[in-house]
Nanobody, 120 residues
Framework: QVQLVESGGGLVQAGGSLRLSCAAS????????MGWFRQAPGKEREFVGS?????DYADAVKGRATISRDNAKDTVYLQMSSLKPDDTAVYYC????????????????WGQGTQVTVSS
């Protein structure tokens, strides 16, 4: 079992930056691929990026997002810059064994989400 807790969300102006954290508890964090997803009101949950032995990013955030992990702290981070109002959403981290995936249904564990609001 893995428990995930996101933090770092908030209100930011367009063009600003934000770093989200996802702290994991449980065993063998380093063996899990971690994904970041987001969901805006009335929209489907969408892939933002993932990290395993490689990183993968959605086109919508490529060049603006960086995912990193600190296995010693059992934490994964999502750094986003040049934020746009379209980035407004609840951001979730998720974990699955083995490699990362763009498909949210393939993740086994989820955090509760953290709200990011980008004002214009």
């Amino acid at each position: 079992q893995v428990q995930l807790v996101e933090s770092g969300g908030g209100l930011v102006q367009a063009g600003g930056s934000l770093r989200l954290s996802c702290a994991a508890s449980g065993r063998a964090f380093s063996t899990y691929a971690m994904g970041w997803f987001r969901q805006a009101p009335g929209k489907e949950r969408e892939f933002v990026g993932s990290i395993s032995w490689e990183t993968d990013y959605a086109d919508a955030v490529k060049g603006r997002a960086t995912i990193s992990r600190d296995n010693a702290k059992d934490t994964v981070y999502l750094q986003m810059s040049s934020l746009k109002p379209d980035d407004t959403a609840v951001y979730y981290c998720a974990a699955r064994r083995r490699n990362g995936s763009r498909n949210y249904s393939q993740y086994d564990y989820w955090g509760q989400g953290t709200q990011v609001t980008v004002s214009s």
